[in-house]
């Protein structure tokens, strides 16, 4: 009992030693010069790849396709036989609308004829009128000029019958040339929804199976990508972008931003609708792929990096360095003249931005403005110089930092990145 008793009382002993010893040696941190560099800011964002320019192929007429003169993955040119559907009805009902054009040019004949004939026994009557009133009596004149108008309206009403006989005529034509089904560009067949023997459904937004192919131009290729709403105001027209393709695994492509959207792809008054008030408000922005592959196809997955800002050489600081402080949290450091004056000014504040400064083995709490966000460093516009030396982590550690308070540099520092997916967490 003596010797276990001697044996705790000097590890209890040696314990407190090391750990007073610590604690005059103060806390371990990863300490760093704020230097400069070179930052990129950029917006990631995941969507999906298509094609600027696609036409949907939908059938104007009803019927049972017959001809099938293409198939998926197909180069096709503008005015290229697609498809043909089955022209019997259309072709009688041509037939029918020729024979009552003949049919109303020939009432239209018929009609001439009786008004010339009206007109020349108006003529007469006036004629004989002329030399002896008493050989034409006034009614006789009357019914012939009657009849004369009467023949003259039904000539003109017979005209029109063959106009309209003729328009249905162009319509029928019109139908029966839609039983042939064209392309209407060049480009490729990317989907085909079709077979032939199968029948054609008239095309409407809301009427299923009424797609029969889709033709894409593949040379000008997009990616669509969902941007959270508090990054779009970062993104502008004609930002260059690094898009990764998930099918290309070893690949990297370029492009530009040609198009922002300007509303909300779910509006917020939809979304409350439907209940799902919560989620985040995304806008859809295009970028133009530079330079695709030919074998590049529509709604692969994509993910872009938008680059929204660029700077070269200034001063930076790592993201886990940056700190925030509420001004009551912290203790002051006596300072004097102008130094003092922007200590107080800082203090009014209710919580800043800042980093902690290390000076002769003390940290020092100071205020910084930052510009843009790099992968994983700061631009710092205010606050600090080159060469500062600054709290660089842990990241727990920095959490709990106070002015004053005694620092030592670690001596095997944990990675940055390690700190920065906690400061993420």
Known sequence: MIIGTTVAVVVFAVASANMMARRRSGVEVRIEEVRRQDLVASVTASGWIRPRRTVDVQADIMGRITELHVEEG?????????????????????????????EALARQAQARAN?????????RARAIAAR????????????????????????????????QARAA???????????????????????????????????????????????????????????????????????????RIDAYRRETFTGRVTEIGHSAVNPPSSMMQTGAGGQSVDFEVVITLDNPPA???????????IITARRDNVLAI????????????????????????????????????GVFVVREGKVEFRPVRIGITGREHFEVLEGLAEGDSIVAGP????????????????TTAPSASADARRTGS
Do not use: C, H, W
């Open 74 to 102: 197909q180069v096709v040119r503008r005015g290229d036989i697609l498809l043909r559907i089955d022209p019997t009805q259309y072709e009688a009902a041509v037939a029918r609308a020729r024979a009552a054009v003949s």
């Open 115 to 123: 008004l010339i004939q009206a007109e020349r026994a108006l003529e």
């Open 132 to 163: 002896d009133s008493t050989l034409v009596s006034a009614q006789q004149l009357e019914e012939a000029e009657t009849n004369a108008a009467v023949q003259r309206e039904l000539f003109e009403a017979a005209r029109y019958l063959v106009e």
């Open 169 to 243: 005529l162009g319509e029928a034509e019109d139908r029966l040339a839609k039983t042939t089904i064209r392309a209407p560009m060049d480009g490729v067949i990317t989907r085909l929804n079709v077979e032939e023997g199968e029948t054609a459904i008239v095309g409407t937004m809301n009427n299923p199976g009424s797609l029969l192919l889709t033709i894409s131009d593949l040379s000008v290729m997009e990616a669509v990508v969902r941007v959270d709403e508090t990054d779009v105001p970062l993104i502008t027209l004609g930002d260059s972008a690094v898009i």
């Open 295 to 305: 074998s590049l196809r529509p709604d692969l997955s994509a993910t872009a990096e």
């Open 318 to 353: 790592p993201i886990i360095a940056l700190t925030v402080r509420e001004a009551g949290d912290l203790e002051p450091i006596p300072q004097e003249g102008a130094s003092a004056r922007a200590a107080a000014a800082d203090r009014t504040r209710t919580d800043q931005e």
């Open 395 to 410: 990241y727990d550690v920095i959490r709990t930092l106070q002015n004053g308070q005694v620092v030592r540099p670690m």
